[in-house]
């Protein structure tokens, strides 16, 4: 099994519709990062969560929120999806030692209509 | 302002050639690390290699080195022997430590790579 999953794997959705991405790891770590990306732009950090209890806005938050349900799962929603948030997305949670390097789920990808 | 900078939107090279991708950073940290990821066109993401600050040597991992130039501020990449599934996007990454020790990981736009037969 994956060390971390995404659900689902790919989503057409209307404009306006809530719309749920979830995550789940069994790593067992505290961190985890909801990531956004877009043709050229590369990888952008939406919300971050060092703990159950903490959750932090990232780079482009607008428009989006997210709920840490449990050290393992990290869900992020869009209330009212609109066309640009058409993109692939990402969930990661960070190697707790060596460098720290990323731990990705397979991506979700969302298409907004 | 960016923090991590590709400015090779796309790269091409010869099978069994070396190639080398570029990625400038910036911050005013003292501690930092320096990632690379590699995604091919299924779309997973797949870490390469990684470079701390205070490592003196430059990261190696099999045919991935990683020309570490701190005063430069570069962390370019250089995979040797380009193989045909070498073809991918590939970005560059740095993690900019927080306190407690924890770190916000940032993205430059990536570099796209086609490997010629």
């Known amino acids: 099994d994956a060390d971390v999953t995404q659900t689902p794997r790919n989503r057409i959705t209307k404009t306006g519709k809530r719309i749920m991405l979830e995550c789940s790891q069994t790593k067992g770590h505290d961190r985890m990062y909801w990531y956004r990306q877009d043709p050229g732009l590369g990888l952008r950090l939406i919300y971050y969560?060092?703990?159950?209890?903490?959750?932090n806005k990232g780079e482009i938050s607008d428009g989006y929120s997210v709920s840490r349900q449990a050290q393992a799962k990290f869900s992020l929603s869009l209330e009212s999806a609109i066309p640009n948030q058409t993109a692939l997305y990402f969930c990661?949670?960070?190697?707790?030692?060596?460098?720290?390097?990323?731990?990705f789920g397979e991506g979700s990808r969302l298409t907004v209509l | 302002a960016q923090k991590i900078t590709q400015t090779q939107p796309g790269m091409f090279v010869q099978e069994k050639e070396a190639v080398t991708l570029d990625c400038t950073y910036d911050t005013s940290d003292q501690s930092y690390g320096l990632f690379w990821y590699k995604q091919p066109s299924s779309g997973e993401m797949i870490f390469l290699i990684y470079?701390?600050?205070?490592?003196?040597q430059n990261a190696t991992e099999g045919r991935y080195s990683l020309n570490f130039q701190k005063a430069r501020k570069s962390a370019n990449l250089v995979i040797s022997a380009s193989q045909l599934g070498d073809s991918a996007m590939y970005f560059c990454a740095m993690r900019e430590d927080l306190s407690g020790g924890s770190y916000i990981p940032t993205f430059g736009r990536g570099t796209s790579l086609i490997v010629h037969p």
């Open positions: 990661a949670t960070p190697e707790t030692g060596g460098g720290g390097e990323l731990f």
């Open positions: 470079q701390g600050s205070y490592d003196e």
């Open positions: 969560s060092f703990d159950v209890k903490d959750i």
